[in-house]
Every structure is written in C-alpha cells, then in structure tokens.
C-alpha cells in the first residue's frame, strides 16, 4: 500500500477505461491504469469530544424503528442493480442550464458539445459521491459522539448505509461514466467545517439536515430526468436510505434544540444559515466551465440567470427549511436572512419529523423506481412554459 499525503484537494480530473457512456472516449491521453494509483489522503484534524453509554438504555421509541429499519432494508449494489443494461438514447438539452444561446457553447463543435455533456454529467454525480463520502466520515464520529446508546446503534447503522452510497457511486462514475470530477470548493469547505468542530449536534444538523436535506431533493430530481435506467436504480435504492437519515436527524435534534439556552441556539441557526448560503454556490459546475476554457465567472451568471436552475436553486430546500422550522432553528433573528435567500416560503410544508413509516418500510422495488411519478417533472415543464410565454408576450 502506497499512501501519498497532500496538503491540498487535489484538483485533477481522473479518467477510467471502458466506460460504457456512449461518446467517443473523451482525452484519455492522462489515463491513469490501477497500477500507477497511489491511495491520495488528505489529512484533517479534529478534537472530537465523544463519550461510552453505560446504562445500556434501549427506549422504544422512533429512534430504534429506523435503526430496526435500517437493518432490514440493507441491499447490495452488486446484486440489487443491473449494471448490464444499455446506455438509453439520449436529448440533449441545453436550454435546461441556459446555454442554449450562449455564444461558447454555440461555438463547440459536436464532439466537443458531446464531451461537455459528459463533464457536466461527471461533475454532477462526482460531487454526489464526494458528499457521500463526507457523509461516512461524519456519520462514523457521529458513533463516539452521539450521547444515547439509541443514536449510537443508528449511527453504526448509518456508517454502513454511506459505506454503500460511497461504493455504488464510485462504481457508477468508472464503469458508466468513466471520468470523475475533484469536490467542488464549496461543498469541501461545507463538509470541512462539520468534520472539524467539536460539538456533534453541528455535525447533526450541518449533515442530516442540511446536506441530506439537499441530497434528497437532488436524488429525486436525477431520478426524474435521467435518461439511464441503471442510475435511476442507483439513486432510488440511496434515496430510501437518506429518507431515513433525514428522519432521524429531525427526530433525535427536535428534543436536544429545546434543551439549548438563546444564545447557543442562535449559533446553531447562524451555523445552519451559512451552510445553506455556501450550498447554494456549490450548485454550478464552475469546474467544468474552466475545463472547456470558458470565462468561469461569465458561464456561472449565464447559467444563474436561466429559469431551470435560478428555481431548482431554491426547490432544492424544500426539505431543509420545514426541517429547520420543526427542530426550532428558523428564529426570528435568522428568518429575515433566509427570506432574503427567498427560500422562507417553503417553512410549512410537510417537515421529515412527521415520520411516513409505510414509505419508510416499503419493500425494496427498483421496478417502481423506473416508474416513479413523473408530476413534478411535468409541473416544472408547464410553469416554464408558461414563464417563457410570459416573457414572449411581454417582450412583444
Ligand atoms: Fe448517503
Ligand atoms: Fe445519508
């Protein structure tokens, strides 16, 4: 075992041979084979304060159903997923992230125009498995440091469920894809801060509320829009574990929130506020644009500016913000300042607290998850209908 210690986050783009992705094969001219692959650590520190539980007090609440459940609903990235099939055809669309008029992408010719759908492809699931691999790293200090033996036990169980995300992620970008982007900047700086500090209800909130908060809205986005059958399976199958580590997160910190004074409780509503503002940066495939030589800062308005991701930018915490409002983190110092981020409007939709234990316990079914409702696909096709007859008419 060779390990070579970096100071930084390596920024490479790393190529895989063989992936079944149906492009020409992309500049594989730095192709790295296993054999030249070093293990690329990078060190963090933190003085993480855990603690034993001794009296070995297993309540029979909420909190051992879903590590009970945890257990049951255990599956397999090699025997639950068919990794044989097909790549689909596939549309491109680049109105979808408004590039159809921008004068860079018009520019490409059509092997490039093919290759950039591969990086952004790449990017978007590569930041998918670099926060799932946060997501392991977190829910494994979450053992030592959880106060309960309840929340000890689901932690044990939660480490093994992002074991699997970590692997059938990974698996996903080197067979299918064959190319994998490095963490964007944002979401390191996210995943950084909640590793490193020492109090684990940030940790809590900064992981299973915000960033699986977000992961679940993005999972169900991918699921909806890909064309391939085998990520549909990959991100239903991760989905109905992050429903459960949501859940969780809401239940455990929704009875510890009450026990904060004013002040630390405001510290955990800033904490949350800022790790949503960094969210919402880390959204744009900045990395990719830079890739392709683009003028990054130019791309990123571009892209901001278009309706598909200025409203997916907010749709993304529906589940975040009701979250936040049930554990008692949306105070009245910190509303303004997600009113200004103009996602406050979602605070009474349905919250993860309100457990929905029968789609909890559903049976393993990737069948259904290929056909999983399309509405909110359809919903979002006709309000942008509308929204681009509006602007044609206004216009005219
Ligand atoms: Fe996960
Ligand atoms: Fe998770």
Request: proline share 4%.
């Amino acid at each position: 075992m060779k390990v070579e210690w970096k100071a930084e986050t390596p920024r490479k783009i790393q190529h895989y041979a063989g992936a079944v992705y149906p492009k020409e094969n992309p500049d594989l001219e730095d192709l790295l084979t296993s054999a030249d692959v070093d293990h690329i650590a990078e060190i963090f520190q933190t003085p993480l304060t855990g603690s034993y539980n001794w009296d070995y007090q297993i309540q029979d609440d909420r909190i051992k159903k879903l590590y009970d459940l945890g257990k049951q609903l255990n599956w397999d990235p090699e025997i639950d997923i068919d990794w044989d099939r097909p790549w689909p055809h596939e549309e491109r669309q680049p109105e979808m992230m408004n590039l159809h008029e921008y004068e860079p992408y018009l520019a490409m010719d059509e092997r490039t125009r093919s290759e950039f759908w591969l990086h952004m492809n790449a990017w978007s699931l590569s930041q998918f498995l670099h926060g799932e691999q946060g997501a392991l790293l977190v829910a494994s200090q979450l053992c030592s440091c959880a106060p309960t033996l309840n929340a000890k036990l689901y932690a044990g169980s939660q480490t093994f469920d992002e074991a699997r995300h970590v692997e059938v992620f990974n698996k996903y970008l080197q067979q299918r894809i064959g190319v994998m982007y490095p963490i964007n900047t944002h979401l390191k700086s996210i995943i950084d801060k909640i590793l490193t500090d020492e109090r684990w209800d940030m940790k809590f909130i900064g992981m299973q509320i915000v960033i699986e908060g977000l992961a679940l809205s993005a999972f169900n986005t991918t699921r909806e829009t890909t064309p391939d059958p085998v990520l549909k399976d990959v991100v239903y199958l991760v989905t109905r574990d992050e429903a459960r580590h949501v859940t969780f997160g809401v239940n455990y910190l929704e009875e510890f929130v009450k026990t904060l004074s004013d002040e630390e409780r405001e510290e955990r509503a800033e904490f949350a506020y800022q790790a949503c503002v960094v969210s919402r940066e880390r959204l744009v495939a900045t990395d990719v644009f830079r890739h392709f030589g683009w003028d990054v800062e130019e791309a990123r308005k571009q892209v901001l500016d278009g309706f598909v991701m200025s409203t997916f930018r907010n749709l993304l915490f529906q589940r975040v913000i009701p979250n936040l409002n049930r554990i008692g983190l949306l105070t009245d110092r910190i509303r303004p300042k997600f009113e200004e981020l103009g996602i406050l409007d979602y605070e009474n939709l349905a919250t993860d607290g309100d457990i929905n234990w029968s789609a909890l316990e559903r049976p393993l079914d990737t069948q259904e998850a290929q056909s999983y409702e399309q509405s909110m696909l359809a919903e979002f096709a006709k309000e942008h209908e509308k929204q681009e007859a509006d602007k044609a008419s206004s216009a005219a």
